[in-house]
C-alpha cells in the first residue's frame, strides 16, 4: 500500500493534498495486495467526501475497479456513504456497473442494509444511464469503463465462480458468520482495513 492509498483511507486531506503535487504521483495506481484498490477506493470506503473530490480532480478515475469489480461508488454503498455516491453521481462517475458477480452498488446498499443510499442509488442509476445514452447520442466519450479489468474478466471468469460466494455470503463474513474468512483468521473484515491503514 502506497503513502497516497494509507493518506485517503485515514481521511488525511493534507498529506493527499501534498502527494498529490509530488512529481510521479499515480492517482490511480492499483495496490495489488489489496485486490487492485486505488487511493479513491479507499476514500470512498471510508467515507472521504473531500478526499474523493481532491483525488477526482487529480486525475483518479472513478471507473477504475478492484480485482472483484467493484467500482469506488461500491465500496461507498457497502459502508453507507451517501456523501461520497451524491459526489460521484454529480461527478458523472459510473454508479450502475456491475461486479464480478453481477452486482451493482444499489445492490450491495440492499445487502448491507443501507436504505437511505438504496433510496438515492434507485434515482442515480437512472440519470446515470440516461447521461450515458445521451453522451452517446451526442458522440461524446465518458470515462466509465475500466478497460484492464475488462480484458481480465473475460479471462478470469466470475468473482463467485472463483471464489463459490454470492453477495449474501460475502455479507455474512463481513458480520463475522460461519464459514466467513473471520472465523477462519480470527479477525474482523474492518480489522483487515484498518490494519493496512
Sequence with gaps: MTELHQAAAAGDFKKVQEL??????????RDADWGNTTALHWAAREGH??????????GARASLRTRDGWTPAHCAAEFG??????????????????????DRPLRIA???GHQDCVSFLRTA?????????????LGLSLDDTDEEWAEHRGEVGGAQMRSGRSTEEKRAEHRGE?????????RSTNEKWAEHR
Design 20 to 29: 498529490l503535487t509530488q512529481p510521479g504521483c499515480a492517482p490511480n495506481l
Design 49 to 58: 467526501t473531500e478526499t474523493v473530490r481532491l483525488l477526482i480532480q487529480h
Design 81 to 102: 456513504r451517501l456523501s461520497v455516491l451524491r459526489l460521484l453521481h454529480s461527478l458523472h462517475a459510473p454508479i450502475d456497473q456491475e461486479d464480478r458477480s453481477g
Design 110 to 112: 440492499q445487502v448491507y
Design 125 to 137: 442509476e437512472l440519470e446515470c444511464q440516461a447521461h450515458r445514452e445521451k453522451a452517446a447520442q
Design 178 to 186: 460461519a464459514g466467513g474468512a473471520e472465523m477462519r483468521s480470527g
